[in-house]
């Protein structure tokens, strides 16, 4: 049973930082496709950052390039997502997902329905 596990969210002031961890494991094969999506109170879920386990390509939103970094050892490690600069528009709860088979990952965005599997979510709180 695949199992993907957040942690490292909460509360900043403007301009701190977080590194948020996805502790992913029970996959048959190791997925292709690893990405953060974070949901803000009243606001669609939203593609943060992904990474193809693979090739290691990584994409990122507008809204965070430059300021967050996602990052994976190698496969079945951890997933991290280091968030510098942070802003109080970046509060929302984030989401670890997988796709086994999303080959085009990195490559430009991802939806939420593009991924099979999905944690709990972490909480990120940025104060001005």
């Known amino acids: 049973q695949v199992q993907l596990v957040e942690s490292g969210g909460g509360s900043v002031q403007a301009g701190g930082s977080l590194r948020l961890s996805c502790a992913n494991s029970?996959?048959?094969?190791?997925?292709?496709?690893m990405g953060w999506f974070r949901q803000a109170p009243g606001k669609e879920r939203e593609g943060v950052a992904l990474i193809h386990t693979g090739a290691g390509t990584t994409y990122y939103a507008d809204s965070v390039t430059g300021r967050f970094t996602i990052s994976q050892d190698n496969a079945k490690h951890p997933v991290y997502l280091q968030m510098h600069s942070l802003k109080p528009e970046d509060t929302a709860m984030y989401y670890c997902?997988?796709?086994?088979?999303?080959?085009?990952?990195?490559?430009?965005?991802?939806?939420?329905?593009?991924?099979?599997?999905w944690g709990q979510g972490t909480q990120v709180t940025v104060s001005s």
């Open positions: 029970g996959y048959t094969y190791s997925p292709i496709c």
């Open positions: 997902s997988a796709d086994l088979a999303r080959w085009s990952c990195g490559s430009g965005p991802l939806k939420r329905t593009d991924f099979s599997y």
